[in-house]
């Protein structure tokens, strides 16, 4: 929400800054759905889908300089009303080369120093080790498929590292959720193509205790 926008602004202004920022929406993983506008009372309202709040500031600021004064977090409902809570679960399984692991993990520690500030919606990751110590499994969970794509675009380089010096590109992936084609395109890229992929898109009942995550990441952010 834009509070209060410079005095003369018209409904045009208003469109022509909305076109402009949809071209810098891929940086930040934004995707604005519409605008409205108030001239009275010099007010805008955008409805985005973004990974953060922070991301929405972003992309207003480098676009047009606007500045985003209200982040309303919204949630889609079913035809009963009912939030859709389900998280998206990703499972990456690799193969870790040949006495690399304890680097790796030393290095696993360094990456999560680095996502941990930068992704206040992601809602879990954590690194599973099998017996042997020959395979790890990343574990992610998200709120959504779009903050999936987020971390992929924060984490990018840091993943091109980790194949590079400690993990085999071939993979196993499990995904519990609807990934959009960018994310699936991304996953295919990073990892190559002997990339197997399992997908269960729907969800059929439970519930999730994510809310207190949420708050407490929104807390740590602010």
């Known amino acids: 929400m834009h509070e209060l926008l410079p005095d003369g602004t018209t409904a045009e202004d208003v469109a022509r800054g909305h076109r402009t920022t949809a071209e810098n929406q891929r940086r930040y993983g934004a995707q604005y759905q519409q605008a409205w506008f108030d001239e009275k009372a010099r007010k805008a309202f955008c409805l985005i889908e973004a990974p953060c709040a922070e991301c929405v500031i972003a992309v207003h600021r480098d676009a047009n300089g606007l500045r985003a004064d209200r982040v309303y977090r919204v949630i889609r409902t079913n035809k009963r009303g009912e939030g859709m809570t389900a998280p998206f679960i990703f499972i990456g399984t690799y193969h870790v080369r040949e006495g690399k692991l304890e680097a790796f993990k030393a290095y696993w520690q360094e990456f999560i120093e680095y996502i941990e500030p930068r992704e206040p919606r992601l809602i879990?990751?954590?690194?599973?080790?099998?017996?042997?110590?020959?395979?790890?499994?990343?574990v992610q969970v998200h709120p959504d498929a779009d903050s999936m794509l987020f971390h992929m675009g924060v984490a990018q380089q840091h993943i091109g590292v980790a194949y590079g010096e400690f993990l085999d590109r071939s993979s196993t992936t499990q995904i519990y959720g609807t990934p959009n084609e960018a994310t699936l395109a991304m996953i295919e890229q990073m990892t190559g193509p002997d990339l197997s992929v399992s997908i269960k898109p729907t969800p059929a009942g439970g519930f999730s205790r994510f809310a207190a995550a949420e708050h407490q990441a929104a807390a740590t952010s602010a």
Request: hydrophobic content about 40%; charged content about 20%.
């Open 124 to 138: 879990a990751i954590n690194l599973y080790v099998n017996d042997e110590g020959n395979e790890v499994s990343v």
